[in-house]
């Protein structure tokens, strides 16, 4: 059965650095998506991509958040300057379509900034 | 703002007896329903969505939830838990038809099941 891939499982780095979370999505699915889950707190959304655009941000997703589909298989998700609080869980999730469709989830990659 | 209830944040129950984990949600319109589960380092897993046919929607590894709307509720139940169902388990709402399908999830249910 397809699956959401993402690397690495845990990206341990400095406060400042940069980091890149990757994805790669189910190969028919169009829609992509990032979500986050800080130790004990809800899963958040961060952003939706579709046809190569965001086609929405949440509030957290800032100037610092950016993502990309460099190729027709990777997704990912770059933090410019990493702050302690943006240390979490990062999911990555594909659908085939958008709206009502079902979310496919990858297993996740730990952030851990320090 | 449309957002998601899951009343208890755990739930312990008894192998084979019943389990009924709760969610509510808040919308100006029927939105689209999902639960998720997510066992012990793995991604999130759907169980079930409700996307306005049937109110009683059945899901995977047993589990099944009714749409009420004059409730707001999206209740998960499953007649006879089993060892295998402990896990953490979301309840997430897409609130927005036609959107590009951003879920708004719940604080997560753990449950967890004694012999």
């Known amino acids: 059965e397809p699956e959401v891939t993402q690397t690495p499982s845990h990206q341990v780095t400095q406060m400042g650095q940069e980091v890149i979370l990757r994805c790669v999505p189910i190969s028919n699915h169009l829609y992509f998506y990032w979500y986050r889950q800080i130790l004990g707190q809800k899963v958040e959304f961060l952003v939706s991509f579709y046809n190569n655009e965001i086609s929405e941000k949440s509030e957290i997703f800032d100037d610092q958040f950016s993502v990309e589909r460099p190729d027709g298989s990777n997704f990912t998700l770059k933090i410019r300057s990493t702050k302690l609080e943006d240390s979490a869980m990062y999911f990555c999730?594909?659908?085939?379509?958008?709206?009502?469709?079902?979310?496919?989830f990858g297993p996740g990659t730990r952030l851990t900034v320090l | 703002a449309q957002s998601v209830t899951q009343l208890d944040s755990q739930v312990p129950v008894f192998e084979e007896a019943p389990v009924e984990l709760r969610c509510n949600y808040s919308?100006?319109?029927?939105?689209?329903l999902f639960w998720y589960v997510q066992y012990p380092n793995q991604g999130l897993q759907l169980l079930l969505k409700y996307t306005s046919a049937a109110t009683l929607v059945k899901g995977i590894n047993g589990f099944e939830a009714e749409f009420k709307k004059s409730e707001t509720s999206f209740h998960l139940t499953k007649p006879s838990a089993h060892m295998s169902d402990a896990a953490e388990y979301f309840c997430?709402?897409?609130?927005?038809?036609?959107?590009?399908?951003?879920?708004?999830f719940g604080q997560g249910t753990i449950l967890t099941v004694h012999p």
């Open positions: 919308s100006s319109v029927p939105p689209y």
């Open positions: 999730a594909s659908s085939e379509v958008g709206g009502e469709d079902t979310q496919y």
């Open positions: 997430a709402v897409n609130p927005l038809r036609g959107s590009y399908g951003k879920l708004t």
